[in-house]
């Protein structure tokens, strides 16, 4: 093969893998015939740190889990076949994990070097943004996005072009735009990488969207904790004021626009839009009781339209392509595509873009490979602390919104976590409301005071304390707060707890009327044993076990000592003679 | 428009809340975060109403009413939701409604109340309290166990509070005086109430009743009343004559003692219930229980309490110079103490060890001083008579075995025995009831009167009520128990007597109770860590060779000061404000409980630094009244939230002391707090819970003479709040009005004028705070003795447009001038939000000023349209004359401009009418001086006259020009 040119993956995760490093070695090895060039999320994180390869008939081969090591063999135009993950990603339809996706929001992730503002115009860039500023009526723009059926790809999946109305039509000649970049759920990482990937895709976005209800001020709320991300954004806005895409009279029209990047410090509640509001305003980052809604009355006091990153990457597509192109994806009342990021047990973890309807087992088994180690399916988690546990015999139920609220999970903004047979359902459910729990702003009593005490019984149940009574308390509590509670953090901190105890109860009731846990991950349920005749005495747990419970000399049957041991479980993973019981 | 509440069509308009609309129409929603002054919150959910047709739960606070809307405000699923949010907000509430040592005592006397107004040296004050329960005082302040004492939180920093010997010094007053305490008896109800027994189960129901105007009978079988404290109590404990007084005082109301009425025998229970409405049956146990000795009937053995109650008759029985006492409880004890003041030689024998006694650990230590000889593992089996008088006894040996269901070690018998001789052995095991007249026909009643297998009545514990009109209590329902439980089970049976007689349920809904811990043993000593040791007061004993072993009264009374010195050790736990707490209120009426929902709770050091406002926050339950009060309306934005979820707690930021915070004292946050989170501290003075009373009036302390609310100690003032009620200063006052008052420690020459003889060279001083009718008293004194006559404090002021109230609340534009008291801003700023404009003109970094629309550093960048309506704010005595001149020739150039001048001084613009001249400084030899000393008055020597806070008298006229007459 002849390389034409080398694309590197520097997204954060590809950074953490050490694509810097590769990059730099490419730098020094590479002939100068073959180009070097940075981009960003491939999307597949399991592989990282990944290279592009295009050869000289422009196809290209995506090699992973690259090493130093192999830098050598593309300066000799020799890629390690080993490394080869899949050939012309963009454009194979027999590729099994590609044919499924459709890329709107990412169409540009891993293709363009997102500090390249050239490389983004080149792909149709600022055309959409364009083309609604010279040629179109805010109201046609508005109308375009209700045509298109694009829903709130934060999680609500509120019409986007029925709360752009809502935001134009409120009455006031000063009027802003928010772009929520505050991601916030454990697992999920859709928008860091859309920011670090695309960054301009969501100004144009978030541009059409202020021209559209007359905002000429915007703010992308991003959490602090996306530095690269912060970076790539605070660039794209300059180089698109430089070039006019941005700043005063775009296009030539007397549509003018101010973003800034405004960071966040941390809290998750943040990402509810009046606590949001309140942060950039300086306050305490709280939720605050809703009519007003923002559109009436948002950020200081004016009608405010904010959407999630992913809305806003979508909207120059539909202007480019149309309302119908996008509305010709999906299923029911939803439409389009939606970004999922996949994490947990699974082989081929990442970013994917598939079309509304998708059925779960589908993005699980097709698109991500199946279970780590081939182990057997227990869950997948859909929509972060605030939703819900889905068992293998709901897998095939299609991904849009009504369908997923259906089966007592949520859509979410993306996140799925998925969890094979050594997940404990209880220990799950107390994770995220640990999570919930801790990020509850303090303001309302239900979610402060009662989800810390629903919390307390799932440890109760996990230390092999609670008594069957505590279930009935537990789902008392949970349908309190869900039914009294401001914001959404409250009312969906109870889902995990609910979804895990609709699908698994029979986990909860092992705990309790048993004292055991299934899954052995409960330390207080689970005991260690050495079986003496199988040991052979090679003082491996010995070694390892970090409280030194394990007594015995070498070739001699060992011993743990209950007292001591804290049920770690790191004999029983070392032992290669299966000679540690648990039970 | 209308809404269907509680399916009921009822009419309201746009823009209302659910809260509101409800409330109009008579229907109660609790809520406690809600702030009438301020946007709706929404953070309790206290005030959940469901809407028909919608999932979940709304905040009637923060919903605003649609027409053709449908709200449940009272079906069960919103109470249980109510309910809920109460348990929740009460499971993370560390704090006691009541103080430990009243919930300890079994007859709940307001022991706080009564400690701080023994602290406050208001002793018959204290008497009032303590009567309020228990109307025995000085007897129970003798012979009480003090089970209030054993729960003392104080015993975590030192020793409790000696509390049974303070109610004791209280009580004694009433001792060689004629003063006395008694209630007012209420009007005759023309009904009767028999009482069967006069100890202090009886004689208390008898008490309260007689109070409450029943005409009451007590029989009592003794020549005398007093129950077991005459003849079971030894003089030295509690004299008779001590009794005899108590007694009387008790009767004061109208209670008739019929003595010699033997149940049975004189009285039958058949005919009581029939003559009378109602009767109460206080009979007692005082039969001994027997010797379980073989041979123990012969003569020389005798039972504890027959030999008390003879030696309490004047009968003593000729015991000899050795005896025994057989037990180790309270009466073994007064047997031995007895019997040794007869001459004898005393030996107490107990079948266990000393831990294992029930006597109360200073009496043994007493009996042992005075003499009396313990011995232990011992016990009596048989007597051993010559001529049929006791001669010799065999006493077994024992030895302690494993503990029995008491918790005490069981004793087992060795076997092993020996020997003694003895004159006489007194038994004090037990006592029980004499129910020798229960079966007799002519005490049966209709329905059954049950006995436990004790032989004690088996009455309702919450009512007493035992049968038909019958009700029983005190040791006849107890068994063998203390005064205090006989007081009690008297105080409760009077009040379901009365409830029974006016045919209202006599039971009553439970109050709601927050409670650190149930013990004091599960408490951590390490929250009382910062508190100074002080050592707890000890009561003077008369020595060995002072008792003389006689009849004199052991243990000396506390001297009152000292008595005062001890009370201020009390920590005062209980909450100041739990009669007025909504919190309490709310979990009373939903019936909420502090455990349903128990789990981790948060403890929070509390804040004492600041000098005036003491704030608990672990009574805070994050409603955020006061942070947003403090924000929103006062300006300095001292509180917030800290921390997320569980561990979200309000203070100032970064976990400030409130002391070192820009807080301007103003109050506002405890006027809105709903809890006892924030509270107002009283300098100098030791407050209560309950021994106070409300004087609505108006506040001296300046021109505006704002409608206050002052709680107070007969007279002494304690708080001050703005008074509830729609005034124009709502619930504002500022720091002068609600605290500084406390700060004038003011020593006066004199009470009166009248009083006052002085030199003719002196010069009166007369203040803008008097009142007119004390001005003309000044004017004429100094005339009659041709005084000079001069103001040092009067100010000029060149205004002629002086603004009403009126004008304040229609103005379009205010104009604050200059520095201006809290109460001034936060008025101004409620009028902004009614949609006036606001504009500060001050030089200070204020942080009220971030509040106003514009924030001007001086009046000439002022630019107001001539026709809107503008009232120009300042204070008299901060502004220049320059300056209220420059004020003054811009109000010329506007078309309706007024200004509000506030003076510091209650009555300036009264006095400005009398003819008295302004001095700028002031210097002579005599000056008389009402109230403070101005700063610019100097002389060498000052007769004061006393101006005192809230207590001015006469006619004033307010910055308003309004006359007020106080």
Same mark, same amino acid.
């Given at each position: ?16 893998? %050490? ?38 008939? %422009? ?34 339809? %027999? ?63 509120? *019409? ?23 991601? $916030? ?78 960071? $966040? ?6 990402? @509810? ?5 309140? *942060? ?81 087992? @589908? ?19 859909? %929509?972060?602390? *605030? ?144 079986? @003496? ?33 804290? *049920? ?16 | &428009? ?503 349920? &006599? ?150 002391? !409130? ?50 609310? !002052? ?179 811009? &109000? ?75």
């Amino acid at each position: 093969m002849t390389i034409k040119e080398i694309k590197v993956g520097m997204a954060s995760c590809g950074l953490a893998a %050490g694509a810097e490093s590769i990059y730099t070695a490419l730098q020094d090895a590479l002939p100068k015939e073959i180009k070097l060039s940075k981009t960003a999320c491939i999307g597949f994180c399991y592989a990282e740190p990944m290279v592009e390869v295009i050869d000289e008939e %422009g196809k290209s081969h995506h090699y992973g889990y690259l090493q130093l090591r192999d830098v050598s063999a593309f300066a000799k135009n020799e890629p390690p076949e080993k490394k080869l993950l899949l050939s012309q990603v963009h454009d194979a339809p %027999g590729n099994k994990k590609l044919a499924r996706q459709v890329k709107i929001a990412t169409r540009n992730s891993g293709l363009i070097d997102p500090d390249k503002i050239d490389e983004y115009v080149a792909r149709d860039g600022y055309e959409a943004l364009k083309k609604v500023c010279t040629q179109m009526e805010a109201q046609a723009v508005i109308d375009e996005i209700k045509k298109s059926g694009l829903r709130g790809r934060g999680g609500a999946g509120f *019409s986007t072009g029925l709360k752009w109305q809502f935001a134009k039509d409120a009455p006031g000649d000063k009027k802003y735009i928010i772009c929520n970049a505050d991601e $916030g759920d454990p697992g999920a990482f859709m928008d860091r990488n859309l920011l670090e990937s695309d960054p301009h895709s969501i100004l144009e976005g978030m541009a059409i969207c202020a021209f559209a209800i007359g905002a000429d001020e915007a703010y992308i709320y991003c959490r602090a904790e996306y530095p690269l991300a912060v970076r790539r954004l605070n660039k794209a806005i300059s180089d698109a004021m430089e070039k006019g895409y941005l700043g005063e009279n775009i296009f030539g029209s007397d549509f003018s626009l101010h973003i800034r990047v405004k960071l $966040g410090a941390g809290a998750f509640v943040c990402g @509810e839009e009046t606590a949001l509001i309140a *942060s950039i305003e300086g306050l305490r980052g709280m939720p605050r009781l809703r009519p007003p809604f923002p559109a009436q009355s948002g950020l200081w006091g004016k009608p405010t339209n904010n959407n999630n990153v992913e809305t806003y990457a979508n909207i120059a597509w539909i202007i480019n392509h149309g309302a119908e192109a996008y509305a010709s994806y999906g299923i029911g009342k939803s439409r389009g595509t939606k970004v999922f990021a996949l994490a947990g047990k699974i082989k081929e973890s990442g970013l994917i873009e598939v079309p509304m309807g998708t059925t779960l087992r @589908e993005i699980i088994f097709d698109i991500a490979g199946g279970i780590k180690d081939d182990r057997p399916f227990k869950a997948v988690q859909l %929509g972060g602390p *605030s939703g819900g546990c889905v068992p293998e015999e709901l897998l095939d139920t299609p991904v849009d919104y009504e369908s997923i609220t259906k089966i007592g999970a949520i859509m979410g903004s993306g996140g799925m976590v998925v969890m094979d047979d050594t997940t404990c359902m209880v220990n799950i459910a107390s994770f995220f409301l640990n999570f919930t729990q801790n990020e509850s702003c303090g303001k309302c009593t239900f979610c402060r005071i009662g989800s810390k005490r629903m919390l307390e019984i799932l440890l109760k149940i996990q230390a092999g304390k609670a008594v069957l009574d505590d279930i009935e308390k537990l789902e008392e509590l949970a349908e309190q707060i869900i039914a009294s509670s401001l914001c959404g953090l409250g009312k969906s901190a109870p889902n995990p707890v609910l979804s895990t105890l609709c699908y698994f109860k029979d986990e909860y009731l092992a705990h309790i009327e048993e004292k055991k846990c299934p899954a052995f991950v409960c330390r207080d349920l689970v005991d260690y044993k050495i079986d @003496e005749e199988a040991c052979t005495g090679c003082t491996l747990c010995a070694l390892k076990c970090p409280v030194k419970a394990i007594e015995g000399s070498l070739k001699k049957p060992h011993r743990i000592d209950q007292d001591l041991c804290i *049920s770690c479980g790191v004999c029983y993973e070392v032992c290669r003679f299966n000679a540690v019981n648990r039970k | &428009m209308h809404i269907l509440l509680n399916h009921k069509k009822v009419s309201c308009h746009e823009g209302q809340t659910i809260l509101e609309v409800a409330r109009e129409n008579g229907i109660s929603i609790p809520t406690l975060c809600h702030e009438s002054e301020l946007n709706a919150y929404g953070s309790c959910w206290v005030c959940s109403v469901k809407l028909e047709g919608t999932p979940g739960f709304v905040t009637s606070c923060g919903t605003k009413v649609s027409d053709g809307m449908s709200v449940i405000t009272d079906s069960p699923e919103v109470k249980k939701a109510r309910k809920t949010a109460l348990e929740l907000l009460l499971s993370d509430h560390y704090a006691d409604c009541e103080a430990p040592c009243k919930i300890a005592c079994p007859d709940h006397v307001d022991i706080q109340t009564y400690v701080s107004l023994i602290a406050n040296g208001k002793f018959k004050e204290a008497v009032e309290v303590i009567k309020n329960n228990l109307p025995l005082p000085m007897s129970v302040g003798r012979v009480c166990p003090a089970f209030c004492e054993m729960e003392c939180r104080r015993t975590l920093v030192d020793e409790p509070i000696a509390i049974r010997q303070l109610k004791r010094c209280a009580g004694d007053l009433e001792i060689d005086t004629d003063w006395y305490f008694v209630h007012n008896k209420k009007e005759d109800k023309g009904k009767k109430v028999a009482i069967v027994g006069a100890g202090p189960a009886g004689l208390t129901a008898g008490y309260y009743l007689s109070t409450e105007g029943y005409q009451v009978d007590i029989f009592e079988s003794s020549p005398q009343a007093g129950g077991w404290l005459r003849y079971g109590i030894p003089e030295y404990r509690l004299p008779k004559a001590v009794l005899d007084r108590e007694i009387e005082i008790m009767c004061k109301n109208g209670m008739n003692i019929h003595y010699k009425k033997k149940m049975g025998k004189d009285i039958f229970l058949a005919e009581l219930s029939k003559d009378y409405d109602a009767v109460f049956m206080a009979i007692g146990a005082q039969l001994p229980s027997p010797m379980r000795a073989k041979n123990a009937d012969i003569e020389g053995c005798l039972l504890g309490v027959d030999y008390l109650r003879a030696v309490a008759m004047d009968e003593a029985p000729n015991i000899g110079k050795k005896v025994a006492i057989v037990g180790a409880g309270d009466v073994a004890i007064d047997c031995a103490r007895t019997a040794l003041r007869s001459g004898a030689d005393v030996s107490l024998l107990y079948r266990r060890t000393r831990t294992e006694m029930p006597a109360e650990k200073y009496e043994v230590d007493a009996a042992e001083e005075e003499g009396v000889k313990l011995q232990f593992l011992v016990n009596p089996v048989e007597m051993i008579d010559m001529d049929g008088k006791l001669d010799k006894v065999i006493i077994e040996k024992m030895k302690l075995g494993g503990p029995d269901e008491s918790g005490r070690r069981r004793p087992e018998a060795t076997g092993k025995t020996y020997e003694e001789h003895y004159d006489s052995i007194i038994a004090a095991i037990s006592q029980k009831v004499d129910i020798s007249w229960h079966e007799d026909e002519k005490n049966k009643v209709k329905h059954e009167l049950k006995l436990s297998k004790w032989n004690t009545a088996e009455s309702d514990e919450e009512t007493m009520h035992w049968s038909d009109n019958v009700f029983a209590g005190g040791d006849f329902r107890l068994g063998p128990a203390t005064a205090i439980e006989a007081v009690a089970d008297g105080k409760i049976a009077a009040i379901s007597i009365d409830r029974f007689l006016r045919g209202e349920i &006599m039971a009553s809904t439970p109050q709601f109770n927050s409670r650190k811990s149930d013990k004091i043993k599960d408490m951590d000593p390490e929250e009382f860590a910062e508190i100074p040791r002080k050592d707890r007061l000890k009561a003077r004993k008369l020595s060995i060779k002072e008792r003389e072993l006689n009849d004199k009264e052991v243990e000396i009374v506390f001297e009152q000061d000292k008595a005062s010195e001890e009370a201020n050790r009390c920590l005062e736990c209980g909450c100041m404000v739990n009669t007025s707490c909504l919190l309490r209120d709310y979990s009373t009426e939903y019936g909420a409980s502090q455990d349903h929902f128990s789990g981790e709770l948060t403890k929070h050091p509390i804040d004492d630094t600041h000098p005036f406002i003491l704030r608990d926050a672990n009574k805070c339950i994050n409603c955020g009244r006061c942070i947003r009060i403090c924000a929103e309306v006062q300006g300095p934005a001292v509180l917030g939230y800290i921390y997320r979820g569980f561990a979200s707690v309000v203070g100032p930021e970064f976990g400030e002391k !409130l002391e070192d915070t820009v807080c301007t004292t103003c109050g506002k946050c405890i006027e809105v707090c709903p809890t006892g989170a924030l509270l107002p501290k009283t300098k100098n003075y030791k407050n209560n819970p309950s021994y106070f009373s409300y004087r609505d009036t108006r506040c001296t302390q300046c021109g505006a003479a704002c409608y206050i609310t !002052l709680q107070e100690e007969g007279d002494t003032v304690l708080r001050v709040d703005a008074k509830e009620g729609n005034t124009f200063n709502g619930l504002d006052l500022c720091y002068k009005g609600r605290f500084d008052w406390q700060n004038l420690d003011l020593q006066y020459a004199a009470e009166s004028l009248n009083e006052l003889d002085v030199p003719a060279d002196t010069v009166m001083n007369i203040s803008p705070a008097m009142s007119n009718d004390t001005i003309q008293s000044a004017i004429d004194y100094a005339k009659a003795r041709g005084l000079k006559t001069v103001s040092c404090e009067l100010r000029d002021d060149p205004c002629q447009a002086y603004a009403n109230l009126a004008d304040l609340k229609n103005a379009e534009v205010l104009v604050l001038v200059g520095e201006l008291n809290q109460m001034i801003k936060a008025k101004a700023k409620s009028l902004q939000l009614k949609g006036a404009k606001l504009i500060v003109v001050n030089d200070t970094d204020n942080r009220f000023n971030r509040l106003a629309d514009a924030d001007l550093c001086e009046l000439s960048a002022l630019e107001i349209e001539e026709d809107v309506k503008t009232v120009f704010i300042y204070n008299r005595e901060d502004l220049s004359l320059d300056q209220k001149n420059d004020i003054k020739k811009l &109000m010329s150039t506007l078309d309706h401009s007024t200004a509000w001048v506030n003076s510091n001084y209650l009555n300036t613009r009264g006095m400005e009418a009398f003819d008295i001249e302004s001095v700028d400084e002031l210097n002579t030899k005599h000056a008389i001086v009402f109230g403070k000393t101005p700063d610019n008055l100097s002389a060498d020597k000052i007769y004061r006259l006393p101006l005192r806070p809230f207590r001015v008298e006469g006619s004033v006229v307010n910055d308003f020009g309004e006359e007020i007459i106080l």
